[in-house]
Structures are given as C-alpha cells and as structure tokens.
C-alpha cells in the first residue's frame, strides 16, 4: 500500500515562515506529480502548489505566488513546501497528495490524485 507522509507544521506568528515535507514510499508505479492542497475549517480542499516530477516544472495557486516554493529532493518522491511571510488565512490543515500520472490541470484537481498523506496543521497567529 503506498503511503504519503507529511512533516513540518505547527504554529507562527504572522510574518514567520515553515517549511513542509512530503515523503511517499512503498508506491507501487513511478510518481510523476505531486501536490500541496490545504484546507480550512468550513472551506473546501484547493491546491497550493504542485511538482512535476519527470519534467520538473512548478505551479503555484495566486494567492501564495512569491511566498512559497516547491521543490524536489533528489529522490523525485520527496517534495518540499517553504512558505514565507506567512499571514493568517494560510491557517489550514495541508496535505500532501501524489499522482502516478502527469496531470492537465497545472495545479490538478483532488480527484486526480491517487494517494493523499493525512494532513499536517499550520497555524498563524496575527
């Protein structure tokens, strides 16, 4: 069963920053995208940022387009999310999600994804 594994939230003040990992393991196809959505309490799962694995290119929803970055680790199966200058509605539950597939969608849509990790909690305190 492959799974997806999230790290690295918690609380910040206004203005902080944090950096979210994605681990997936025991996949049993090549991952060729992967995805950060979040959630908030009452509000629906949008994506934040997304990876393409093979080739490599970045997409970011507006509303975080230039305080956070994905990246790639040198395994293709490990991505991060640095997020800076965070501000209080970015508060939400993030999750990681992985796709064995390129996706149409720059950012994909959450049924596009295979597997999801359950979710790491950032909190930020104006």
């Known amino acids: 069963q492959a799974q997806v594994v999230e790290s690295g939230g918690g609380s910040v003040q206004a203005g902080g920053s944090l950096r979210l990992s994605c681990t997936a393991s025991r996949y049993p196809n090549s991952i060729d995208y992967m995805g950060w959505f979040r959630q908030a309490p009452g509000k629906g799962r949008g994506g934040v940022a997304a990876l393409d694995t093979g080739g490599g290119g970045t997409y970011y929803a507006d509303s975080v387009k230039g305080r956070f970055a994905i990246s790639q680790a040198n395994a293709k199966a490990t991505v991060y999310l640095q997020m800076n200058s965070l501000k209080p509605e970015d508060t939400a539950m993030y999750y990681c999600?992985?796709?064995?597939?390129?996706?149409?969608?720059?950012?994909?849509?959450?049924?596009?994804?295979?597997?999801w990790g359950r979710g790491t909690q950032v909190t930020v305190s104006s």
């Open positions: 999600a992985a796709s064995y597939r390129r996706l149409r969608e720059p950012l994909g849509r959450r049924e596009d994804y295979d597997f």
